[in-house]
């Protein structure tokens, strides 16, 4: 099915939520309840001091205490082997099946990891779309929504509950990316949170969403890099997670100016459509393209890799692409 056709289908199944999507396959997630705020990673009491009737030394300074990632260590890669889940409150299973009873969704994507394990050690990761490309111009015509800070307080502790990571997807409709990924700033202090850029959905002004594809630039990505960076450096952060998803090759423009910024790994995630021959062929011509400091991703639709007879591609196949990749993502 080709993408025209693939999003006027999408985008019929998905009216009731007044999101758009078209064929590149990409989610869109949303909002859910208030939840109380999710409190910061816990640091380690220093001991205490023992007091002396002989005169003393300066004191020494307390000893600082570095934050990990959930399953130890500072370094994602390449030390882990990154297996995610996408999805959003009140839409599954059409935008993915991270949503509902999220505990229940965790095992479950656990259950797909563990397949993964072996080379690498498992790092769980759950990408919400935390800005969502919408039909409607909206009240400040941007054709985008914000989810709220209570929906990602709560898949942030469903993360942490994992042990896995949380990454905020964006999809800026008529925004942009710098202003969206600096509305959540907040949160990417933690140490366990990162971003996911969607550039189908980045529009020029005049483009209606779902009707022509989006496009960013390498140079756009590696501003955002270098702002993420600033944060990991500033607050001596273990690395974050930099994921832009990829459709085909004009959606990005210019990949070469992406650079390497300190404690930030550049994930190029292929959304390949159709079966596992086309699959295959989008993933090795779109990684002719990526810049030297990027790593490799690739994504699976529950749904459409299962149209016409076809199947999801199986863990050992989705290895043995060259390059193997780093992150492997189920929608």
Not at 29 to 45: D, G, I, L, S
Not at 191 to 218: F, K, N
Not at 227 to 256: C, G, T
Request: proline share 8%.
């Amino acid at each position: 099915m080709d993408w025209q056709v693939r999003s006027v289908a999408r985008a019929a199944s998905l009216a009731w939520l007044g999101v758009v999507t078209i064929a590149a396959g990409q989610s869109a997630c949303a909002p859910a309840a208030a939840r109380a705020p999710v409190a910061p990673a816990p640091v380690q009491a220093e001991e205490p001091t023992s007091l002396s009737s002989t005169p003393a030394a300066a004191p020494e300074a307390p000893a600082h205490h570095r934050q990990e990632l959930p399953r130890g260590g500072r370094t994602l890669f390449p030390d882990y082997e990154l297996v995610g889940f996408c999805g959003t409150p009140g839409a599954a299973p059409a935008l993915g099946r991270l949503a509902g009873n999220l505990a229940a969704v965790s095992k479950k994507l656990q259950s797909y990891a563990d397949k993964y394990a072996g080379h690498r050690k498992i790092m769980p990761v759950f990408e919400l779309i935390a800005v969502v490309v919408q039909a409607f111009p909206g009240s400040d015509g941007k054709y985008r929504r914000r989810v709220d800070d209570s929906v990602v307080e709560r898949y942030l502790r469903a993360a942490r509950e994992a042990q896995g990571i949380l990454l905020l997807n964006i999809q800026p409709g008529w925004s942009d990316f710098p202003t969206e990924v600096r509305h959540f700033e907040k949160y990417l202090h933690e140490p366990d949170v990162g971003i996911a850029l969607d550039p189908e959905w980045a529009m020029s002004h005049g483009q209606m969403p779902g009707r022509v594809y989006g496009h960013t630039t390498g140079t756009v990505i590696d501003d955002v890099a270098e702002y993420l960076s600033s944060i990991v450096v500033h607050d001596d952060l273990p690395e974050k997670a930099l994921v832009f998803h990829h459709v085909n090759s004009w959606v990005v423009r210019d990949e070469k100016a992406v650079k390497a910024h300190p404690g930030v790994v550049i994930i190029d995630s292929v959304d390949g459509l159709g079966p596992k021959a086309l699959k295959i062929n989008t993933y090795d011509y779109l990684m002719t393209l990526e810049a030297p400091v990027m790593h490799p991703g690739f994504k699976l639709f529950f749904d459409e890799d299962r149209e016409n007879g076809g199947r999801l591609m199986t863990p050992a196949e989705v290895l043995a692409l060259h390059p193997p990749p780093e992150y492997v993502m189920y929608e």
